[in-house]
């Protein structure tokens, strides 16, 4: 079952524009992470937030997560036609073995 | 560098022909893992191996197969591929199985005809 969901599921800014995508899920976490994923690649890991943190930043991204609300964003600021791409957030739960659990993401297109 | 590889990048086969498609770490991690990934959705992951150990999800089709000989490699086989299968298949590693993070391969874009 789908634990994180991405909202919105596009969206098409401007280059130079901050681009923010929410991340809302269902259970208990360890840590929320994030990744991008290029046209037809594979994933990247970008950055992991613990559940006992509540921001986090890396360059030009920036993370939260309200863990009384299940949900985090992720900020990318003066985007760049290179930041075009998917972007999946993924939840670590502590039931059992369960790996990570990917939302449906945010499809993202920054236009030059 | 340290790297997940995956081999081939495209993969034709015919409707019903078995296929395999390889992965490889060197990243000497415990636990790999093979997702399906269809246009515009998420991964959906089909089973993973912590170690030598093999779980499966629960709706993953009896068509799908893995194999880990070693630490290193992992294989997916499609048994009989149907026009349904068509996708692209990630391989990914991780050091442990709950809580770290995944690092992918560039995936193998399978086409069936």
């Known amino acids: 079952s789908q634990q994180g969901e991405e909202d919105p599921q596009a969206l098409s800014i401007q280059e130079g524009e901050n681009a923010t995508m929410n991340c809302s899920y269902k259970?208990?976490?360890?840590?929320l992470q994030w990744y991008r994923q290029n046209s037809g690649r594979g994933l990247v890991h970008l950055i992991l937030?613990?559940?006992?943190?509540r921001e986090k930043h890396s360059g030009r991204l920036r993370v939260t997560l309200d863990t009384s609300k299940k949900s985090s964003s992720l900020l990318i600021t003066a985007s760049r036609a290179a930041d075009t791409a998917s972007y999946f957030c993924a939840t670590a739960t502590y039931s059992g073995n369960t790996p990570l659990v990917f939302g449906k993401g945010t499809r993202l297109s920054v236009i030059a | 560098d340290a790297m997940v590889i995956q081999n081939p990048r495209y993969q034709v086969t015919q409707f019903g022909k078995p296929v395999t498609l390889s992965c490889s770490q060197t990243l000497n991690h415990n636990v790999m893992y093979w997702y399906q990934q269809k246009s515009s959705q998420a991964p959906k992951l089909l089973f993973h191996y912590y170690d030598k150990d093999f779980n499966n999800e629960a709706d993953t089709p009896d068509n799908f197969q893995s194999r880990r000989p070693n630490t290193s490699f992992c294989f997916l086989d499609i048994r009989s591929p149907g026009l349904g299968d068509a996708a692209m298949y990630l391989c990914?590693?991780?050091?442990?199985?709950?809580?770290?993070?995944?690092?992918f391969g560039p995936g193998t874009r399978l086409t069936v005809l």
């Open positions: 937030i613990r559940s006992n943190e």
């Open positions: 990914a590693t991780s050091r442990d199985r709950q809580f770290n993070e995944q690092f």
């Open positions: 259970t208990s976490i360890n840590n």
